[in-house]
């Protein structure tokens, strides 16, 4: 459920981890790159659960994290101290109850680790709701305080991880450069594309990468 920027983040952000810790959207599929937990555990953590809307490897907890159980909710209530949130969001229909519940976990001054996709097609986990900026993230997760000097976005489908500072405006792919994500014959074709179909219908003013924000916030007293 983990890939190379997430885990680098999280690498970058360690000093705000305390256990116990609950990942939100632990399942493990066969593409995975990386097992959060294990990660976590090479980090020195060893209190993490896991929880997940459907059963598998990492989840320890069956739980819709917009409709938590009242048993778990009554046991986990202000317990743990940090809650890992990554790209699950993008896949609930109520990220804003999704949020409260978050709250709701988390001890007074917990942290969350969050990242979500910001430009990315569809996919379906099992289905695909939304798009997040950080300051969308910020507006969601309104009783925490974020680390706007932590905050950071990626372009995910490089293969070396690579987290950016957030500034005023994300990465696009220029007219006539070659973007380190683009193939050589993807780069001709876009600016073909560009050069002589650009027009009308097919009028596109902005071309962006794949692109993920990561935040991270601690819950306000």
């Known amino acids: 459920m983990a890939h190379r920027n997430q885990i680098k983040f999280l690498e970058a952000n360690q000093d705000l981890v305390r256990e116990p810790i609950l990942i939100v959207g632990s399942k493990l599929y066969n593409y995975d790159k990386f097992d959060l937990e294990a990660e976590l555990k090479r980090m020195g953590f060893n209190s993490i659960i896991g929880i997940d809307i459907s059963e598998g ?3 320890h907890f069956v739980i819709d994290i917009i409709d938590v159980s009242p048993e778990f909710m009554g046991t986990y209530s202000k317990h743990f101290n940090t809650i890992i949130c990554m790209e699950v969001l993008t896949n609930v229909p109520n990220p804003f109850k999704a949020a409260e519940n978050v709250f709701k976990m988390l001890t007074p001054g917990g942290t969350v680790v969050l990242s979500e996709v910001f430009v990315r097609k569809l996919s379906r986990m099992p289905v695909d ?3 997040f900026s950080y300051d969308g993230l910020k507006a969601l997760f309104a009783g925490f305080q974020f680390f706007d000097d932590r905050a950071r976005f990626s372009v995910t489908r490089q293969r070396d991880a690579e987290l950016r ?4 405006s ?4 220029l007219a006539g450069v070659k973007h ?6 993807g780069s001709y074709l876009r600016r073909i594309h560009r050069k ?3 027009k009308g219908i097919f009028n596109v003013s902005r071309l962006m990468p794949e692109q993920t ?8 007293l």
């Open 213 to 220: 924000v990561y935040a991270v916030g601690r819950k306000t």
């Open 165 to 168: 500072v957030i500034g005023k």
């Open 57 to 59: 490897p990492g989840v």
């Open 196 to 198: 002589y179909f650009s």
């Open 129 to 131: 709701y939304w798009r």
């Open 170 to 173: 994300f990465e696009e792919i």
């Open 180 to 185: 380190p994500d683009e193939s050589l014959i």
